[in-house]
């Protein structure tokens, strides 16, 4: 399966509440996952841009949702950069504009085509179970990754895979992938061209 090949991306709205969501005009993809995993590293990593998404050294550096128009040689569409789950510091308040917020995004979206979902790959958290229970509650698709590949040496990821596996309850993936070094891009790529369904 051929990679999709990315050409541009353009950041377009940040949004912290409902009534400020674009009008859903394109199909979109959404990158979900706890704080600190990886969200806004990976989008940059996919799209070849360094500073579009910003990364932080502090969870919970992304508290809106970022959308980002991306030019490719398939079909032009929306990458959703969601606020992280699961980080027990940032302060109630935020916890609770998070879930309303979330729940609101999955269920309006109707130009939603998938989910990319992003684990650590060197741990799963309950919170993560969570969050894959849910998204397949929601009839939604669902893409897997395992972020900071490069933190799980070659030896170690047939047992890092296994752990994975268990961790989720699932048979196959999740597809490793480093936005440092970019091993696993390719992939990432060509699943993502699955999910927007060309
Ligand atoms: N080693 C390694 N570190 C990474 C990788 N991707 C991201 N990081 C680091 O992980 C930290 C969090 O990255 P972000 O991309 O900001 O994570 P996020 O999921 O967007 O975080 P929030 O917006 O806070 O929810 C940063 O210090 C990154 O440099 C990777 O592939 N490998
Ligand atoms: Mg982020």
Request: charge should be positive.
């Amino acid at each position: 399966m051929a990679a999709l090949k990315i050409y541009s991306a353009e950041f377009k709205a940040s949004c912290g509440a409902v009534e400020q969501f674009l009008k859903p005009t394109l199909p979109e993809v959404a990158i979900v996952g706890r704080s600190n995993v990886g969200k806004s590293s990976t989008i940059n990593c996919l799209v070849n841009h360094k500073g579009l998404a910003k990364v932080g050294k502090t969870p919970g550096k992304t508290q809106t949702i970022n959308f980002f128009q991306i030019e490719t040689n398939g079909p032009r569409f929306m990458l959703v950069d969601l606020p992280g789950y699961g980080f027990a510091k940032v302060p109630d308040r935020v916890q609770q504009q998070w879930a309303p917020l979330i729940e609101t995004f999955f269920k309006t979206r109707g130009n939603l085509r998938g989910v990319i979902l992003l684990i650590d790959s060197r741990r799963v958290q309950d919170s993560d179970r969570d969050m894959v229970s849910w998204v397949k509650q929601l009839n939604i698709p669902m893409m897997l990754v395992a972020t900071k590949a490069d933190k799980v040496p070659r030896g170690k990821r047939s047992g890092a895979l296994r752990e994975l596996q268990k961790g989720l309850g699932i048979q196959e993936g999740p597809t490793f992938l480093s936005a440092y070094t970019g091993e696993g891009k390719h992939q990432v790529l060509s699943q993502l061209r699955d999910l927007l369904g060309t």
